[in-house]
């Protein structure tokens, strides 16, 4: 809902109500503040569109745009400008395979500007107590104080009874046009459906001086009266109010027991002494009564406000996610990867409708449409992995050193150069990964982190841990419900302290990955600790659901998250935001035990199989 004021002249509401558009037919409302001579005007467009194969999905709002710069551009009389309007739109819908109708009304200079097309939109003007239909193609009148300006497609008029707008001017517009979005939102024509509201105010009209004609050619100029009734033509006879479920209200009991008492004060007064003891009783149960029903209206007025509240933030999403939507479809062929993004957003919205009213039908037609969507833009790759180097075959992990790499295997570490060259090799025993940072080597068994070099060096333990981190010279071990961290100090490292402020329960599959946050992979899920605490993270954008995670890699100089899904055999790409952006399969993927990602160069380096082997990105 807009307000929009012109202090020069006219102090106008602007309210619109439209239902979802489908591949067949489109109602849409525009407005927009315009500037002509300097004084602003407000511009009001119902465009109704049945669409062909192939049309374009913002056709409507391309159609108001012309008309609007035609508006602020050209040179002429007002109304002249809307016919040259109309025309620019006709041209541009007469080889687009779309039938099309619209009603523009700019409101300007204590007047209203009127310029048709098509029979499937119409205009009514109401002031109580009386309406009528505007029939012309074009022309222009006078406006005044208490007006009302209906913009509605030819269904909404057969759906809805509209005499309700001639009853008053005090008429409360907002609560019909919420009992009308819900009436629409059921309704299965609900795309063929809209309607604008132009409630013309008094506030800064004082007395209304006549509209000079702006040129010759505009002799036509026809006012809108509003001298006689004029029943509204529409096929359903029930009124607005007609259409509004009856809800069972509470009965106030209080009259009767009042009554009640007024009877026996009249007894006590002719002597019946049994009165007295009944009055006390009465009093009481008065005293119960009335307690009860303001508990009651408390509560329920309470319950009302939260539905109200609860139902104005459903709208408010619903409205927003409909819109990315079309916005997000309309540029799918031109920009994939933009529209993906506005998709998400659109499903990000659907998403806390769908927390505030989890049944709502249009919610989840929706969100099921935006999946279907998304579905289209995901950047799926095939990708084919070849061997990078071979040694042995019990390969358990790879870590980035140097320029090169160091192969990590179950019994000592192989460090090789960026073209799989071995340079220097060391002895370990029951490796089952490692890590580099600097030039030091740091080799796990699972239990106890040893630090490989001519002399071996024990730097770090704990029992039963999953995988190991090192970051800026930190040791990290990711044990099954917490994060222990080992700082160096002179002469080795402390001993181990907690990471995470409250202990997680963490899978057999989880690893992670440090970046100056610790992201951590569990189950379909990926979590994100900084200092220790766990942030807000969700994935967003991932379509049929993913399987289940297991090794991950980042660092602070990729903008990245690149994560295993060991159960679907893929390898997914999602932003540090969690939005996910693209994926490669192969069937290598299921049984990866480390990676690496070379972002710079392209690569992909991943462990599996006890082999380490390397793919394009």
């Known amino acids: 809902m807009d ?29 927009k503040r315009v500037t002509l001579d300097g004084t602003v005007g407000t511009f009001v467009s119902l465009i109704f569109t049945k669409q062909g194969e192939g049309t374009r999905q913002n056709l409507g709002s391309d159609i108001f745009e012309v008309t609007a710069k035609k508006l602020e551009e050209d040179e002429g009389g007002v109304l002249e400008k809307l016919k040259k309007g109309r025309e620019r739109a006709l041209n541009l819908t007469s080889d687009a395979g779309v039938e099309i109708s619209f009603a523009n009304c700019l409101f300007y200079k204590n007047a209203c500007y009127i310029v048709r097309f098509g029979d499937k939109v119409k205009i009514w003007v109401f002031r109580a107590p009386d309406g009528r239909e505007i029939k012309f193609e074009d022309g222009s009148g006078h406006v005044v104080p208490g007006q009302l300006f209906l913009l509605a497609s030819e269904k909404f008029f057969s759906s809805f009874d509209t005499s309700v707008f001639a009853k008053s001017e005090e008429i409360d517009l907002e609560e019909i046009i919420d009992g009308l979005a819900t009436d629409i939102s059921a309704d299965p024509s609900q795309s063929e459906i809209g309607a604008a509201f132009i409630r013309i105010g008094g506030e800064h009209l004082g007395n209304i001086e006549q509209v000079e004609e702006e040129k010759k050619d505009e002799k036509e100029l026809v006012e809108v009266p509003v001298e006689e009734p004029i029943a509204p033509q529409v096929d359903r006879q029930q009124s607005v109010e007609d259409n509004v479920v009856a809800k069972p209200r509470f009965k106030n009991p209080l009259p009767h027991v009042l009554r009640f008492l007024l009877d026996e004060a009249g007894r006590l007064g002719h002597g019946d002494v049994k009165a007295i003891f009944r009055l006390r009783r009465n009093i009481i149960f008065l005293v119960l009564v009335i307690l009860f029903i303001l508990m009651f209206s408390g509560f329920n007025s309470i319950r009302t406000q939260n539905s109200s509240k609860k139902l104005v933030e459903f709208r408010a999403h619903m409205a927003t996610a409909t819109s990315k939507y079309s916005e997000g479809v309309s540029i799918i062929e031109l920009n994939k990867a933009r529209a993906r993004n506005i998709l998400i957003e659109a499903d990000n919205e659907v998403k806390v409708a769908l927390s505030l009213i989890p049944k709502d039908s249009d919610a989840l037609s929706l969100s099921s449409q935006i999946a279907q969507k998304l579905k289209e833009t995901e950047n799926l790759s095939n990708v084919t992995l070849t061997n990078f180097y071979s040694d042995k075959s019990n390969v358990v992990g790879l870590s980035p050193y140097g320029a090169g790499y160091v192969v990590f295997y179950t019994d000592g570490a192989v460090e ?63 044990a099954s419900n917490q994060i222990y961290k080992f700082v160096p100090v002179e002469g080795g490292y402390t001993k181990s302290a907690d990471y ?118």
């Open 3 to 31: 307000t929009i004021v012109d202090k020069t002249s006219l102090k106008i509401k602007v309210e619109k109500i439209t239902g979802l558009a489908n591949d067949k037919f489109s109602t849409a409302v525009f407005t």
């Open 416 to 478: 090789i150069d960026k073209n799989g060259k071995k340079v220097k090799e060391y002895a370990a025993s029951n490796v089952t990964s490692g890590a580099t940072y600097d030039k030091s080597i740091f080799a796990f068994d699972g239990n106890k982190v040893k630090k490989l070099g001519d002399k071996d060096q024990e730097v770090a333990g704990v029992d039963g841990a999953a995988d190991l981190q090192v970051f800026l010279g930190n040791i990290y071990l990711l």
């Open 500 to 617: 995470l402020l409250e202990n997680e329960t963490f899978g057999a599959q989880s690893r992670f990955a440090i970046d100056g946050s610790v992201w951590v992979t569990r189950g379909n899920e990926i979590l994100k600790y900084t200092r220790g605490r766990r942030d807000d993270f969700a994935l967003q954008g991932l379509t049929g659901g993913a399987g289940n995670f297991g090794e991950i890699y980042t660092n602070a100089d990729l903008d990245n998250l690149y994560v295993v899904d060991l159960v679907n055999s893929a390898l997914l790409v999602m932003g540090k935001d969690g939005v996910y952006s693209k994926s490669y399969q192969a069937s290598e993927f299921s049984k990866i035990t480390s990676l690496v990602v070379d972002e710079t160069g392209g690569k992909m380096y991943v462990v599996s199989g006890g082999k380490v082997l390397v793919a394009s990105l």
